[in-house]
């Protein structure tokens, strides 16, 4: 008996579960695959083009039976870079659309993952080398998404020559319905798929007199991307408002919002703000990307002292572990990798945030809504009641709420909290000031860490040199020894910035008896200070220090961050 073809197996197995899922009849079946008999068309489009099943019926059974993600149009960011590598008539002939590259991997829609040929066609015009990794789009959709593609300009400058032609009315009123003809709605995709692409953590629209600025938040720092015609602004921030589910109409009040695509193999989420100024709508776009958030303890940077006094402390059942620092200073992210870690499904944890910036799993997350039952201190109230193990309270902002994070730390629970201080210490006298009795801490708050985030140099350019006499005061090493040090020096891999991503530095307490002891008699900042450093612990410069001399850092960097000149 002959071996059956892949395209067999794959219409009969398509067949089989749109009938055993109850999609369509016997009949149904029977038809299309006659008419594919005479068309030699895919199944799947037969049968949608018969309205026995729609698209995304159609989509969701295939994912289902491949295992595989399911491509949308109108959710997903198609990256014009990776578009360019393969022709048109290429991706028409054999149903699929590259979307997204990375150094190892390009995903690309298809309406049959099992078309060989097709993937054998893709890797002719790919970098040898790269994955492939199919994903399912039903073939209309995907028809389209490949006319849209190939058929408009995708890049911003082309985009934005292609307004200048007076050819659109970019002052016309945007409708929620308008797709791909519309330059400004592929402005805004092209600008959102940049920044993203380039690491941004926040997207800034700034209006002035005759223009709008753009800057990317990029490393911690502001960096301007481009300027823009005022012309431009009413259109795209109209845009943008609509994404995020605002009054379009309303242009004198604040607004918050928020929308989100898919970019390559992870969902991103966009946070945006508009505040009126007056020479118009300023709008921030704050960049949640949960693959970049949701980071292992080792991925952040930690110095091994620090990790080691930080799994000591989780390694206590209960009490108070509280992170400060700044906002932008990665807390958030902190916390999520030490929730990471200790999350199972043997314990309960659960989070009161505001907002929720990523989904965790198997964790019960709330957000803070003010004008409701859901604020700090009545959420915290509630958590108690839902028999946690494990309680996140994303900020401890006044006393009801630092009264109900003690309470949850003295009841048996491991209670994580932050707080906006200067360093670890300072946290325990601001716990004093909301109210908290010194004898109460004591005992109850088991660690506490603060934190800075720091530009690394880039590890492909960064050049070496001996520290000279000002450096190594600062090092607080002999200059007659001086150490070797590094500094940036530009690169393609850094787009010349000569920083390619953060590192973290910690300042970490862990509090034994004998801190305890001093807590407990409402001690002062000093004498905490004095007894932690007896014991060794090290500051928030002393950490940078250590990462100045491994060459992960220069001195001007950390100096941005932390006083240089204070220590323990």
Request: charged share 25%; aromatic share 4%.
């Amino acid at each position: 008996m002959p071996e059956a073809d892949s395209t067999t197996i794959s219409r009969q197995r398509l067949g089989e579960n749109l009938l055993a899922l109850g999609l369509i009849s016997e009949d149904q079946l029977s038809v299309a695959l006659r008419e594919q008999e005479h068309s030699h068309r895919m199944l799947g489009a037969i049968l949608v083009e018969l309205d026995f099943i729609t698209a995304v019926q159609l989509n969701n059974v295939l994912a289902e039976t491949h295992g595989l993600e399911r491509f949308d149009p109108a959710t997903t960011l198609v990256d014009p870079e990776v578009v360019k590598l393969v022709p048109k008539d290429v991706s028409v002939r054999n149903r699929m659309l590259p979307f997204s590259i990375t150094d190892t991997m390009v995903l690309v829609a298809m309406a049959d993952p099992d078309d060989v040929v097709a993937i054998d066609a893709l890797r002719r015009y790919l970098p040898s080398g790269l994955t492939i990794r199919p994903w399912i789009c039903a073939p209309g959709d995907l028809a389209t998404a490949i006319d849209q593609a190939h058929g408009y300009e995708m890049s911003i400058d082309g985009i934005l020559h292609e307004m200048d032609t007076g050819q659109v009315d970019i002052t016309a009123a945007l409708s929620e319905d308008e797709g791909y003809s519309h330059p400004v709605i592929r402005l805004v995709n092209a600008i959102v798929i940049d920044a993203v692409k380039q690491g941004a953590s926040d997207l800034h629209f700034e209006p002035g007199g005759l223009f709008v600025r753009l800057r990317y938040r990029i490393d911690g720092v502001m960096r301007e991307i481009r300027t823009l015609h005022k012309d431009y602004w009413s259109a795209l921030s109209q845009r943008i408002k609509i994404m995020s589910a605002m009054n379009i109409t309303d242009k004198f009040n604040p607004q918050d919002g928020r929308f989100s695509f898919n970019f390559g193999s992870h969902e991103i989420d966009f946070r945006v703000s508009v505040l009126p100024t007056i020479h118009g709508e300023n709008i921030v776009l704050r960049v949640l990307d949960k693959s970049r958030a949701l980071l292992t303890l080792n991925q952040l940077g930690f110095s091994q002292n620090s990790l080691d006094i930080l799994e000591r402390a989780l390694m206590r059942p209960e009490g108070i572990i509280i992170v400060t620092g700044p906002t932008g200073s990665g807390k958030t992210t902190t916390l999520y990798a030490v929730l990471n870690n200790i999350n199972s499904i043997e314990v309960n944890i659960m989070t009161l945030e505001d907002p929720v910036e990523y989904e965790l799993p198997l964790i019960r997350q709330s957000q803070v809504r003010e004008g409701t039952g859901v604020n700090f201190d009545e959420g915290v109230r509630a958590i108690l009641r839902q028999d946690p193990d494990i309680v996140l309270i994303g900020e401890i902002r006044d006393a009801e709420t630092a009264r109900m994070t003690l309470r949850a730390a003295m009841t048996g629970h491991q209670v994580f909290a932050t707080l906006h201080t200067n360093d670890a210490l300072a946290a325990l006298p601001r716990l004093v000031d909301l109210g908290l009795q010194p004898g109460l801490l004591a005992g109850n708050v088991i660690a506490v860490m603060a934190q800075r985030l720091v530009r690394k140099l880039c590890p492909k350019c960064k050049q070496a040199r001996p520290a000279n006499a000002d450096e190594c005061r600062i090092l607080r090493v002999d200059s007659g020894e001086p150490p070797e040090i590094y500094h940036p020096a530009g690169c393609a891999a850094c787009q010349k910035i000569g920083y390619l991503g953060r590192t973290v530095i910690t300042e970490i307490v862990a509090i034994d008896d004998e801190l305890d002891e001093i807590i407990s008699t409402g001690a002062n900042r000093a004498a905490l200070k004095a007894c932690a450093r007896q014991e060794g612990i090290k500051s928030l410069a002393e950490d940078g220090i250590s990462k100045v001399l491994a060459g992960e850092i220069d001195i001007p960097s950390l100096a941005k961050a932390v006083n240089l000149i204070a220590r323990f």
